[in-house]
């Protein structure tokens, strides 16, 4: 993080720099920095000695302070006061950096083909979900300017709006679809296409086992999808109406056509320990939601199914995104879903996280 910094500081406004208490960001030293960043970013540390011992490493290892004394003016109406890195399918190698003064995020990528697949998938989607307005583009330094969005923090959602997020994100995934089918922009494939064929498979028979000889044998609608929706890239925005803006479109591929909704249930529980989601999925709360979009796909949402639907989500997710992790990552990311899966079945339609969290 530190050698980016250095390495965009051109980009930075005059001031003194130091990380943030989560570590996640360097920040100008200013109280009208910190309380914008503030109002920007997640902390996602909902356990206490997490978050203390965090802190502990910020006073000991990451405790001094970065003085930039010239502004160099790099790009016109625009002075950076925060530097952070962000995470894509290559690792933490891309960066942002915000302008609270001018209301801009410069994107700076580190491959040629990052840039590019951000403006296609910006192309694509614009015309179905509200994305922030692309300012500039830099074809040579590989860089994009796009407007900084006012929006309220997620553990400011109250239960309404929780509510209004699904609802508008199923909105605007049917009429997504009906594009997508009537365009023929959809496969179809069996469920054996998401299996991974080398000697990982074992990890993940249990679910297979656990899946309906029905449900393994259909083909399933396959399209271009977020591919990591959640609520860390859904804003809500409520100065005038309601209304949800999605970003991080870095994982954008084909994908089985209810996989973002399922990994918004999945995240919310793995990262923020929010059962609140998948809980009214498996309260049958969702149902009319996915009734609409299986009949899009000339299919049928089978009520009986809703755990067989998630363990099928599982296997896309693993194959996408845990496979290629280390033993120890994976299985972490296996126990908790069997752990999750577990305390459901025991509890029924009470709150899945009770036993997870002890």
Known sequence: MMYNFYKYQKFMSAGIYAYDNSIKFIARSDHYTAHKANQIFQQNYNQVFIRLFILLLRKILFNYKIRISNFHHHLDNFSGSVYRPVRSITGYSDSRIF?????????????????????????????????????SKDEENLSVIEELIQFQQYSEWDEHDKCYII????????????????????????????????????????????????????????????????????????????????????????????????????????????????????????????????????????????????????????KERVQPLHKSERHQFIHRFKKTIATIKKEGTEPIYKMMSQ
Not at 300 to 318: A, D, P, S, V, W
């Open 167 to 318: 609802d508008e994100i199923f909105k605007k995934y049917i009429h997504y679809f009906h594009a997508c089918k009537k365009r023929e922009n959809v496969l179809y494939n069996k469920l054996s296409s998401f299996l991974p064929s080398d000697r990982e498979s074992y990890e993940i028979q249990w679910f297979i086992d656990e899946i309906h000889p029905m449900l393994l044998n259909m083909k399933y609608p396959c399209l271009k999808l977020h591919g990591d929706l959640w609520t860390a890239n859904i804003m809500l925005i409520k100065k005038d109406s309601n209304q949800i803006y999605v970003i991080d479109w870095e994982y954008s591929n084909e994908y089985l056509f209810f996989y973002d909704f399922f990994n918004l249930m999945w995240l919310e529980v793995y990262v923020n320990h929010n059962e609140f989601y998948l809980n009214k999925y498996v309260r049958g709360e969702m149902d009319i939601y996915f009734e609409k979009i299986f009949a899009i796909f000339d299919l049928t949402f089978q009520k009986e199914h809703r755990l067989g639907y998630l363990y099928i989500f599982f296997l896309n997710f693993y």
């Open 99 to 135: 302008d609270f003064d001018h209301q801009k995020v410069l994107n700076l990528f580190a491959t040629r083909s990052d840039f590019y697949s951000t403006l296609k998938n910006y192309e694509y989607f614009q015309e179905f979900f509200p994305l922030p307005k692309i300012l």
